[in-house]
């Protein structure tokens, strides 16, 4: 029914749905199953809001590359209108209107951290990390974020279409999980207004020769593939995520929206190269712009796209 989730007008409301990844379900157990599914017209087009066909096209025209995905999911835990850990009461405390009862202290203790002071909603990441490796997603790490009450999971490394498939399912599973708690998972780029980091996406990526044992491989490959990103800034800023610009002021651990950069071990860069794949001369990138909302087939296939087809 495409009217009822506005993916088609109410005179020809039918979509057809085509399964394409299929997992374990978690939650109800065998034999029942999780079920990812293309969505097309009756004539057998895909609807606008089906990107991962154009994303699997992209991926099928160059195989050979086998491009790996690690995806840094990063989202905020609401409940009650505010991030767990902040203040849910109006009531003032004697020090003035501008203190407020309960309220973080500045970003610092938060990160990885541990204990009921700091870490706000661990359970709600620890039962997501665990469903997601029931339902065999390729979940491979979660950590405190630098904003009370945020909080990230790594899932990859992911060859080609497979991350989108994975990042998506991840993303269902924690919307279930947040059900159980009376939370909302958020992955509004810029939860909080002021000086609190933003949530992102960072994409890291590598292909077959870049990750190779030639400690050539960095010249010959990652940096020319990191200087075309350089020239579709703007294409890839566009379809990086909504209201990114909220995120990438140049502060908090972000680059400008307006200029590209990269450079080793810069976490205020566009693109990031690690200290090791410096050292060895192979390995990987991260490109850090893709905002916590983005879409992860029209990313990865982005990135993929301008590094590899282009």
């Known amino acids: 029914d495409g009217s009822s989730t506005g993916q088609a007008p109410g005179t020809d409301s039918e979509v057809i749905i085509e399964p394409c990844a299929i997992f374990p379900d978690p939650f109800r157990?065998?034999?029942?199953?999780?079920?990812?599914?293309?969505?097309?017209?009756?004539?057998?087009?895909?609807?606008?809001?089906?990107?991962?066909?154009?994303?699997?096209?992209?991926?099928?025209?160059?195989?050979?590359?086998?491009?790996?995905?690690?995806?840094?999911?990063?989202?905020?835990l609401f409940k009650n209108g505010v991030p767990l850990g902040w203040p849910t009461s109006s009531a003032r405390s004697f020090g003035g209107p501008t203190v407020q009862l309960g309220f973080p202290g500045p970003q610092g203790p938060y990160y990885c951290s541990a204990g009921a002071d700091v870490a706000f909603g661990r359970e709600i990441c620890e039962e997501h990390m665990m469903k997601s490796l029931e339902a065999g997603l390729n979940v491979s790490g979660i950590n405190a974020e630098v904003m009370p009450g945020q909080w990230e999971y790594q899932v990859g490394p992911c060859t080609g279409i497979e991350a989108g498939d994975h990042h998506w399912m991840s993303r269902y599973i924690l919307n279930r999980?947040?059900?159980?708690?009376?939370?909302?998972?958020?992955?509004?780029?810029?939860?909080?207004?002021?000086?609190?980091?933003?949530?992102?996406?960072?994409?890291?990526?590598?292909?077959?020769?870049?990750?190779?044992?030639n400690p050539k491989a960095l010249d010959t490959y990652i940096i020319p593939a990191i200087e075309k990103l350089a020239d579709k800034h703007a294409e890839h800023i566009a379809v990086y995520g909504a209201d990114n610009e909220k995120r990438l002021t140049g502060g908090h651990e972000t680059a400008s929206i307006d200029k590209f950069s990269y450079g080793v071990a810069n976490r205020g860069a566009s693109v990031r190269i690690g200290n090791q794949t410096k050292i060895d001369g192979y390995g990987y990138f991260e490109d850090r712009r893709p905002a916590s909302n983005m879409d992860p087939y029209l990313v990865t296939s982005k990135i993929f796209s301008t590094c590899c087809l282009e």
């Open 177 to 213: 999980v947040c059900e159980k708690y009376g939370v909302v998972a958020s992955y509004d780029p810029k939860p909080v207004p002021g000086d609190w980091n933003g949530a992102g996406c960072h994409t890291n990526f590598s292909t077959k020769k870049m990750r190779e044992k």
């Open 29 to 76: 157990g065998a034999p029942h199953v999780l079920v990812m599914t293309d969505c097309y017209t009756p004539q057998g087009e895909a609807i606008p809001t089906n990107t991962r066909a154009p994303a699997k096209e992209a991926f099928d025209a160059a195989p050979e590359e086998e491009p790996w995905f690690g995806i840094e999911q990063e989202y905020t």
